[in-house]
């Protein structure tokens, strides 16, 4: 396999092809045999569908080889890479609803897909996008999907778990890589379940299979003749599962927290006009709205940004606000589920198989608006560490104190000892000035709550 | 019968492929009674060993 090229840590499974970046930007090196196949692709019409539609990445074949590669891909790059353990439900069941779309179209067209991984989907915004274009395979005759397993593991076990149990998928598939296996999903299910959608044949029937088969050689079923009707029937009888698969998100602490505890109109105008102050300074192309909640103020600094990441450690603030932002937009939002005192880590193969969230993309600006009291009291992390995870993680920063005297933050402190004592707005500023020049300093209405506009001291002030 | 070596990186499993095939058809679950009839000889020591599938099996079309 060729050496040379900066390749993407966490593309290596598939010997065929690989990915690897030149200049930032996206390319694949393909052998003979994923050539061949991508020919083959390249003449069907779904696939010229799905890219119009913006549901498949871009892609076109470059006149210069790489190394010692057959031919060299370059793909439309995504604005941020995210991976399914950050997605809420509505968004892996979207993704797996595309998955099987293209999947179908594929089949109809003479073609298949080697894999049903969770990993090749990503985000525009809230418009899933099928990314892994050497998916694709020629079939020379109608087989069994060798990706139905792995996409039971990515996506239906996941899903089933939240859907049937109102267990959140993300722990779980954040601690197995290839997805739930169908014996860990198993015992969560038994025959009374058989109603449920996707329980008695995805799970019971195949774990029964699988048992019954255990002793058999690998390829036992691979000379068994499969029909094209056969195909397909698989592939939409799954589509049916996944849309009968559904998640209603209860009461969380944050998701309805807007409602529940609405802080004074005036203190919320001039919160939004200090924010909308600072976005309207100049476009970036990144910003993170740190315990975004129901998104407000990533919708208000998303018309000066190309990207804005919406995260939140709640599952279910996120769903609710993914759910919106596809009926109503912005589109250059993705809400993804992230909580800052327990991020996203370096996984797999190395540990760089899949990266942290600040390596796939660090912010020009990151909000940090009612959160510090989450963090530091909550949490249990000092302000000093607080202060410094801000400046090691963006070059401008805009962070809200909340004084003891607020209502949330007497609230958090109910019931517990006080061992906060670092928690005074005079050490937090003296923290704040030793990673960062003031730009902006506001009291908000009501006096418990102040704004900081700063700017790292490891980064020069722009033109 | 062409013997096509599967196009992947990832084993799919011979519970999943079962399950495909046994969906396919009837002629598919007359795989999966074959089976577990050979498991029941298997297991009254009337047979030495579990029998794969037979490379005549068809599923119909």
């Keep these: ?463 | 019968m062409v013997h096509v070596t599967v196009w992947a990186y990832l084993d799919p499993g011979a519970g999943s492929m079962a399950l495909q095939a046994i969906l396919a058809s009837a002629a598919g679950s007359l795989v999966l009674i074959r089976l577990c009839w050979n498991r029941l000889l298997v297991a009254l020591r009337l047979r030495s060993k579990v029998a794969s599938v037979p490379e005549s099996t068809e599923v119909s079309r």
């Design chain 1, 1 to 463: 396999m060729p050496q040379s090229l900066s390749y993407d840590s966490g593309s290596f499974r598939e010997r065929s092809s690989r990915v690897f970046y030149v200049r930032g930007r996206v390319r694949r090196g393909l052998d003979a045999t994923a050539l061949t196949h991508w020919q083959r692709l390249e003449t069907t019409t779904f696939y010229h569908r799905f890219t119009s539609q913006g549901r498949l990445v871009a892609t076109h074949r470059l006149d210069e080889p790489a190394a010692d590669w057959a031919a060299v891909l370059e793909h439309q790059r995504v604005p941020v890479v995210s991976y399914p353990y950050e997605w809420c439900f509505g968004m892996l069941r979207d993704a797996a609803r595309l998955h099987l779309e293209v999947l179908e179209a594929a089949l109809q067209e003479g073609m298949s897909m080697s894999d049903g991984s969770a990993f090749n989907l990503q985000w525009c915004g809230v418009q899933p996008l099928f990314i892994d274009v050497p998916s694709f395979i020629r079939q020379d005759r109608p087989r069994p999907w060798t990706g139905y397993r792995q996409f039971c593991q990515h996506f239906l076990y996941p899903l089933l778990l939240q859907a049937h149990r109102q267990v959140p998928f993300q722990p779980w598939l954040r601690g197995q890589l290839d997805g739930l296996s169908l014996n860990s999903i198993r015992p969560l299910f038994g025959w009374r379940d058989v109603v449920r959608p996707g329980v008695a044949l995805h799970v019971l029937l195949q774990h029964a299979l699988q048992r019954l088969c255990a002793a058999l050689p690998r390829d036992s079923f691979q000379d068994v003749a499969y029909s094209h009707t056969a195909a397909l029937k698989l592939v939409r009888r799954l589509r049916r599962t996944v849309d009968r698969l559904h998640w209603q998100p209860y009461r969380s602490t944050w998701s309805h927290y807007e409602q529940r505890l609405p802080y004074a109109e005036a203190a919320r105008q001039a919160k939004e006009a200090f924010v909308w102050a600072v976005a309207s300074e100049r476009r970036r192309s990144l910003v993170w709205d740190v315990g975004c909640n129901t998104g407000r103020f990533a919708r208000l600094v998303s018309s000066r940004a190309d990207t804005v990441l919406a995260l939140d450690a709640d599952a279910q603030a996120i769903e609710i606000l993914y759910q919106t932002l596809r009926q109503h937009g912005p589109d250059n939002i993705l809400p993804l589920v992230y909580d800052v005192t327990d991020p996203t880590p370096a996984l797999g193969w190395r540990n760089a198989e899949r990266r942290t969230l600040i390596d796939r993309g660090r912010p020009e600006l990151l909000l940090a608006l009612a959160l510090i009291h989450h963090v530091v009291i909550s949490g249990n992390i000092p302000l000093s560490e607080f202060i410094d995870w801000l400046a090691d993680s963006a070059d401008e920063t805009v962070v809200e104190f909340i004084d003891r005297t607020d209502a949330m933050v007497h609230h958090l402190l109910v019931g517990r000892s006080d061992i906060f004592a670092d928690y005074h707005p005079r050490l937090f500023e003296h923290h704040l000035d030793r990673r960062f020049h003031l730009l902006r300093r506001e009291v908000l209405p009501g006096g418990t709550r102040t704004l900081y506009h700063v700017r790292s001291r490891a980064v020069e002030a722009p033109l």
